[in-house]
């Protein structure tokens, strides 16, 4: 029998791959040293930890069509649970429980548009649902991702990223400043989203990033047209038990472990001047 304190103990993988993705990122690959947790749904996380160390909420940015209980997660290092995640070497142990949360609706979008906005390491929660757009564009009409980094230097899976425009994903990305060697789109993801052709009563969107772009990526739909209760956002707040218990991840009447990341806009989009605890 399943007991309160049983599902907060890890169960050990083995980091099997380690990608540098950036300066400050990693795509670990984990394989469970025994029997596999449940598969995940994408928009869901992970607690993911060291021992010895700590503990940290990471997005399943995996296939969600695998199904050999390999978790895949990119890992930014920011403070000392992700730096000892982000360092892990190839054989190291890691643990990981989960999956927890919510995931974004995908069966919505069905025969209509999809765009999918990320920010930064945000990439990494909808890297899910583009991989199940990628293996089954033809559910969707247009399927647009738009992508926005600070510097060339700091875009997630640059090397996926004709794969996904070669499966017919329309794949934008954007830097915020001029930079050499990039002849891309400059600017903020906002001004990408304006400049879109959207059919707004059939388009349903996905955004994952600082709390700032997701607003103001909201503000662009909104003058497409896009009606906010057909926009989801994953909240990435602090977290510490991942279960609905500890109350750290407490966002107005939501607690973001259980009732998000993934939020409906209409939902989250009034709660987000609230600081965190
Ligand atoms: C649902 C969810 C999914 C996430 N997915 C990913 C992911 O796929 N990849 C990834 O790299 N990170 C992800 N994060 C963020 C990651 O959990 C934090 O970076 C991590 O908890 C920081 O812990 P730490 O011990 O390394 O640093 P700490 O010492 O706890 O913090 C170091 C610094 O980072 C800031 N920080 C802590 N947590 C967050 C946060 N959630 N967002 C922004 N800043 C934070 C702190 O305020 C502090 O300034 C996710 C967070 C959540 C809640
Ligand atoms: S992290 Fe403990 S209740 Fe959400």
Redesign the pocket.
Do not use: D
């Given at each position: 029998m399943t007991t309160p304190t049983s599902v907060l103990v890890p169960t050990a993988h083995r980091v099997l791959h380690r990608t540098v993705e950036t300066h400050d990122?990693v795509t670990l690959e984990l394989a469970p040293t025994a029997a596999a947790l449940p598969s995940f749904r994408p928009g869901q996380?992970m607690m993911l930890s060291v021992p010895g160390?700590?503990e940290?909420?990471?997005?399943?940015?995996g296939d969600p069509t695998r199904d050999d209980g390999v978790l895949t997660?990119?890992?930014?290092?920011?403070?000392?649970?992700?730096?000892?995640?982000?360092d892990a070497p190839v054989g190291a142990n890691v643990g990981a429980r989960g999956p927890?949360?919510t995931a974004w609706d995908l069966d919505r979008a069905v025969g209509a548009d999809l765009v999918i906005v990320a920010g930064g390491?945000?990439l990494?929660?909808v890297r899910s649902p583009v991989l199940a757009a990628v293996a089954h564009r033809t559910r969707y009409r247009n399927v647009t991702l738009v992508i926005g980094a600070r510097t060339p230097d700091e875009i997630l899976y640059r090397g996926e990223l004709d794969g996904w425009r070669a499966a017919g994903i329309d794949v934008v990305v954007t830097i915020d400043q001029p930079a050499r060697d990039w002849d891309g789109p400059v600017g903020f993801v906002t001004e990408v989203l304006a400049r879109l052709t959207v059919d707004p009563h059939r388009t349903y969107a996905l955004a994952c990033g600082?709390e700032a772009m997701m607003r103001f990526s909201v503000r662009a739909l909104d003058t497409l047209g896009v009606d906010r209760r057909r926009v989801q956002v994953?909240?990435?707040?602090?977290?510490q038990c991942g279960v609905g218990v500890c109350g750290h991840?407490q966002l107005g009447e939501l607690l973001?472990?259980r009732d998000?990341?993934v939020v409906d806009y209409a939902v989250a989009g009034p709660l987000l001047h609230t600081r965190?605890l």
């Open positions: 990122s996380f160390v700590g940290v909420p990471i997005s399943s940015c997660h990119t890992v930014r290092r920011v403070g000392q649970a992700s730096a000892a995640l982000h927890y949360g390491v945000g990494a929660a600082p994953s909240l990435e707040r602090n977290m991840c973001l472990c998000g990341p965190e």
